[in-house]
């Protein structure tokens, strides 16, 4: 039962008013405290409830039962304290219980309040229906299907009061499975899965066994769903269920089924909620109470024919018919059709309350029987008659109306003429589509019915202006296949015009309604791209979006083509072509992009207003780009520079020294040369990023050299080892390279090692040579942090990876980076992050490994010099911008064909991308923040 406790406020002015009984200023003399005080309980709402009274102070009971209104307990001593626990009375709330202390004698009230409605009854449904028809007398349950009622348990209903006792088993087509079946899915726990019977509602009856209302049980106190009601379940076993059961409707609808029941084997009584795509049923809670409400039904009339309606002559067809008075309907109703010329005889019947009948009973008479009562109808004969010229077969609609000319019911039929005559439709295409100043054939076909032979003439009516057709007559002996020539001039206008076909066969006629289209004049566009992405364009330059236009149904003249769709920074201007039937027109739109252009890719759509519905093509994907520069046509072995990047910009072999010269070109940031220097080798260069230079390695034997950041180039001691791929390409703090180097022992053995090269004096260091580095080069990598302090080190074939301090030459293992890892970068802090087959990963202090699935990174370039949260990354044809504070994600920028990326020391990355020419492949050097 639901308590309602005794507000704060007024618990706490009780007791004061109570606490401050009236006192007498006699000359300033307070008179004294009284030793003996009592305490009077009092109660509203009811005379008599269960009271305990308890001295605190003595720890005596006073009082634990019942207790009528208005008991006092007197001679208490000044200053006792007593506690008021009032008890539960079924029906009402339960005050809130109370400490009082008596320093004088007290009154307290305990206030009961009606709880509204009755309690739940788990095997029984009863109480006063609201809004009950007076003539309701039988009850029954219903569930959700239209018919799916249970008269294996009958109630009764008397003067509005509901007695439904559930004492039987319900009918078992109505059981099925509460957590499977259907195609349903369950998720939960289940201690089984019994066959349950639900039911939602109780039918009301007349005494006739009309159906006059239904009546639900609403919750009114106790329950958990707001407009939940009380439902009834046949469980045949006890069973607990909690889960959701997913069940897909034939059109795709998803509905979910929530379960939280404990189930005895039997009637139980259950918490009911639905909408259109969820159900909740739950076990009641205690004290839950409910009220009973009926619906009535509106009255109205369903009529019932027992037979299609087949006409084959003017004395029409009579059909066995039943009229259904829905809601206790009478009163004089007239019969009539939706069908020109179908009318019915009688055409007025009188249906008075003996013949009352509900369309429910029409399907579970079989049932009605259980109540002990044969069902009561209005049968009757019905007869149709066809005054049309035209043989019709279809449906048709029973209309019932009552004496005012409101419809108040109706019903449904299926027609059939079959009177000797002809029917009429089109064969093949089913509309006649015809363009101004042309001809056109649409092919109709005649049947005969009832054995209807001779000549019948076809044509068409309703035609629009600037359209003939010319008729064709036909003898007709069964079938009839014939063409309609029609012919427009020049002043038919585009759109859409209902037609009739006519068959005129002189005693007998037919027709069919079919539609002639005149499709206006209109273009097609086609957007043609050189790449199979779409145009690109770059931050503040312009693009070329090439458009072919052609035309349709004789389109002949000038159309706008404008550009929509396009993205923030992006204009075009609209452009005027003319175009002819028979060609195709093409057309250049220029692109413009501001500085700060959106970047990413956009689909952008070409539109005319007179573009065709089923134009295609016209639609593509626009790529917005960074700003780049042009580096020239040859650009290899690029590495950062302390401001911009170097690369080798050119080599050509020198007969007369044996060797080739290189140029060695320092760019800008915004790509401009900013000094360059000539170096000669007899093998390719590998350039390698030193402070105030770059490093040109010409080979083992080979004197490598230094070009300073104005070009200077100067000669370095020789060197007498080969960097393979695992070398660093930039030298830490102190001026080293650092590099693993295999060397042959001789018999097929090797040993690997990890060393150092300074370039400025020539020296090779052996740092270490007890890890294991693994076999070859190939897929190693070695990658230096920010300050050049930490070194990485990922494993060749059957290699360690390993972490290096670069001051001391200690090296650590890194075993969970192992088989797995393929780049590394370094973050300001320390933190090493790393790729994996493509995703990003972040090795912990704890020795343990993040996975970030989500974030593709492709090969890592570093984090950013000025942004050290910036992680960037790219792969053949984007860079990766990720965001490793908070939460990691990734964004990402299209630039075409990457050929690599280096950090900027002002921020941000330089990135160098290729395009193929009509001769050369040209580079480009673009800057992303």
């Known amino acids: 039962m639901k308590t309602l406790k ?49 001295n605190t102070t003595t720890n005596t009971v006073l009082n634990d039962g019942t207790l009528n209104t208005g008991k006092t307990f007197g001679d208490l001593a000044a200053g006792t304290v007593l506690k008021v626990e009032p008890g539960n009375v079924d029906g009402f709330t339960t005050p809130a219980p109370q400490t009082v202390t008596l320093d004088a004698s007290k009154t307290i009230t305990l206030e009961y309040k009606t709880v509204p409605g009755n309690p739940v009854q788990a095997e029984r449904v009863a109480g006063t229906v609201t809004g009950a028809p007076a003539a309701a007398t039988r009850a029954v349950l219903i569930g959700r299907g239209a018919y799916d009622y249970d008269f294996n348990n009958t109630g009764t209903v008397k003067g509005g009061v509901l007695d439904l006792p559930l004492t039987e088993v319900p009918d078992s087509n109505s059981l099925f499975n509460l957590t499977s079946g259907g195609g349903c899915t369950f998720t939960g726990s289940r201690t089984s899965d019994p066959s349950v019977a639900l039911f939602t509602d109780v039918e009301l009856f007349s005494e006739k066994i009309d159906s006059l209302a239904f009546a639900t049980e609403q919750i009114v106190s106790g329950g958990t769903v707001p407009g939940s009601q009380v439902a009834r379940l046949y469980s045949a076993a006890a069973a607990t269920v909690k889960g959701t059961v997913l069940c897909t409707s034939t059109d795709g609808t998803k509905i979910t089924v929530s379960l939280d029941v404990v189930l005895n084997s039997g009637w139980n009584a259950l918490e009911y909620a639905a909408t259109n795509s969820t159900l909740t049923l739950r076990s009641l809670g205690s004290g839950v109470r409910s009220a009973l409400k009926a619906t009535a039904y509106t009255p109205s009339v369903l009529v019932s024919l027992g037979s299609d309606v087949t006409i084959t002559s003017d004395a029409g067809a009579s059909v066995p018919a039943r009229l259904y008075q829905e ?22 019947v009188n249906l008075t309350a003996t013949t009352l009948q509900s369309v429910q009973a029409q399907a579970t008479a079989a049932y009605l029987k259980n109540l002990g009562v044969n069902p009561q109808r209005l049968d009757t004969n019905l007869t149709f008659k066809y005054s049309g010229q035209e043989n019709v077969s279809g449906p048709f609609t029973v209309i019932v109306r009552d004496t005012t000319g409101k419809q108040v019911g109706g019903g449904y039929g299926y027609l059939e003429v079959r009177k000797p005559g002809l029917t009429l439709s089109t064969c093949g295409s089913s509309a006649l589509e015809l363009y101004p100043s042309s001809t056109a054939s649409l092919n109709v076909c005649g049947s005969s019915i009832g054995n209807f032979s001779g000549p019948v003439t076809y044509s068409a009516t309703g035609l629009p202006a600037g359209v003939t057709v010319t008729p064709v007559t036909q003898t007709l002996n069964g079938y009839s296949y014939v063409s309609l020539d029609f012919k427009s001039d020049a002043t038919l206008k585009p759109g859409t015009y209902p037609i009739t076909l006519t068959a005129d066969g002189g005693t007998v006629k037919a027709s069919a309604a079919t539609e002639l289209r005149v499709p206006a004049p209109t273009v097609n566009i086609a957007v043609s791209s050189s790449t199979y992405y779409g145009p690109q364009i770059y931050q503040g330059g312009t693009a070329q979006l090439n458009v072919d236009v052609s035309t349709q149904n004789g389109f002949n003249g000038k159309t706008t083509l404008t550009v929509t769709g396009l993205p923030a920074g992006v204009t075009a201007t609209p452009k005027t072509v003319t175009v002819t039937p028979g060609s195709t027109t093409s057309a250049a739109i220029t692109l413009t992009a501001t500085a700060d252009a959106a970047l990413g890719s956009s689909t952008i759509k070409v539109t005319s207003p007179d573009q065709s519905a089923s134009s295609y093509g016209a639609e593509t994907q626009l790529s917005v780009r960074p700003a780049r520069t042009a580096l020239g046509t040859y650009v290899s072995e690029a590495v950062a520079a302390s401001s911009g990047l170097w690369a080798v910009t050119g080599g050509s072999f020198d007969s007369s020294i044996s060797a080739s010269r290189y140029t060695v070109t320092r760019f800008t940031a915004d790509g401009k040369v900013a000094a360059s220097g000539s170096v000669t080798s007899q093998s390719s260069l590998r350039l390698i990023e030193t402070a ?62 990890l060393k150092t090269w300074t370039p400025a004096t020539g020296v090779v260091t052996t740092v270490d040579s007890s890890a294991n580095y693994g076999y070859g080069s190939y897929g190693t990598s070695l990658t230096l942090s920010p300050d050049g302090n930490t070194l990485i080190y990922l494993g060749g074939y059957a290699g360690d990876a390993l972490k290096v301090d670069t001051a001391t030459g200690t090296v650590t293992k890194l075993d969970l980076l192992k088989n797995g890892a393929s780049l590394v970068a370094i973050a300001a802090d320390g933190t090493i992050w790393f790729s994996a087959s493509g995703q990003l990963a972040r090795l912990n202090a704890d020795s343990t490994v993040t996975r970030f699935t989500s974030v593709q990174v492709g090969t890592l370039v570093g984090f950013d010099r000025t942004a050290p949260a910036v992680l960037w990354g790219h792969d053949t044809s984007t860079v990766y911008r990720i965001d490793t504070a908070a939460t990691v994600s990734a964004s990402t920028v299209s630039l075409g064909s990457v050929s690599d ?24 050097l673009s800057q992303l923040k």
């Open 901 to 924: 990326a280096f950090l900027n020391a002002q921020g941000g990355v330089q990135v160098v991308t290729n395009e193929y020419g009509s001769n050369a492949t040209n580079y480009y």
């Open 327 to 348: 809601g206790g309907y009478t009163g004089q109703v007239s019969l009539s059709t939706d069908v020109p010329g179908l009318t019915i005889e009688p055409s007025t």
């Open 692 to 753: 105030g230079g770059v490093v040109a390695y010409k080979g083992s034997g080979a004197a490598p050299s230094l070009i300073a950041d104005d070009g200077t180039v100067t000669e370095l001691p020789a060197v007498n080892f080969y960097l393979s791929e695992s070398v660093t390409r930039r030298t830490d703090g102190q001026g080293r390279v650092w590099f693993v180097e295999s060397a042959y022992t001789g018999t097929g053995g090797s040993t690997t090692s």
């Open 6 to 54: 005794l507000p704060a406020a007024m618990i706490g002015l009780t007791a004061l008013l109570t606490a401050c009984p009236s006192t007498t200023d006699k000359g300033g003399v307070t008179p004294p405290a009284p030793s003996k005080v009592s305490l009077t309980l009092n109660l509203t709402g009811l005379s008599i409830a269960p009271v305990k009274v308890t």
